[in-house]
């Protein structure tokens, strides 16, 4: 496998990940060998990923690998995951692709299948509530009558970025009652409004990374519910 992606915890723990797995490689963040993928304006264009592809099929002159990290690979246009696809099919020999992520759902299936995957679990979330107070939340939304949920968004569009890390929070909170829903004794009726809570979410981050207004963005998904 030639391919890791490295998703949950937090960005310094991914990227400690990073260092840790290229560590029988040699090479570190230091070696012109470790070759980086970042975001501009919180997105990854086709365009970077085709330059970013040619630095990696250059054979290393002074080590035996190259590692090309793509940090916030969730920012990753659908454009530009579809052309990484080649290169994680057919990676040459000397070639380690370490993609990381705060959540593999934003990721297309066919980038995260042909990647092994090591998920490092959340503790406190940035605004230092437990996922499962966020999934207790996101269930008495369920519930919540239509006045109720307007009511609650409130407190999740401070600002921009204040109302797109709520939602990071809230989709990973998703994910996890997801899982739940599947390995536990719940009913199909359940199992379906989780899907969907999971679906919206994940579109909703997307929005919102994109500028889309958050109170439009978080009115849609609340209202959906």
Known sequence: MHAYLI?????????????????????SPFDST???????????????VRAFKKQLLLAPQQSAFTAGVIENAHALTIEAQNALLKLLEEP????????????QLLLLPT????????Y????????GA??????TFLLSLLAASKGQKLTRIDACIKDRSHAKNWTLRAMKAAHQLLLKAYTADHTAEHRVKI???????????????????????????????
Do not use: M, W
């Open 34 to 48: 470790y070759l980086r993928l970042l975001p501009e304006e919180e997105h990854i264009g086709i365009d970077a």
């Open 120 to 127: 490092l679990a959340h503790s406190l979330d940035e605004a």
């Open 111 to 118: 980038i995260v299948s042909r990647c092994e995957v090591a």
């Open 92 to 103: 040459p020999s000397h070639l380690i692709i370490l993609p990381e992520t705060e959540n």
């Open 195 to 225: 899907t969907k809570l999971t679906r919206l979410c994940t579109e909703a981050y997307k929005e919102l990374a994109a500028n889309v207004n958050p109170r439009l963005v978080l009115d849609r998904v609340f209202l959906a519910l």
């Open 130 to 135: 437990t996922q499962d107070e966020t999934q």
């Open 7 to 27: 998703t949950g915890g937090t960005t310094k723990a991914r990227l400690a990940e990073i260092e840790k797995r290229l560590a029988e490689t040699k090479v």
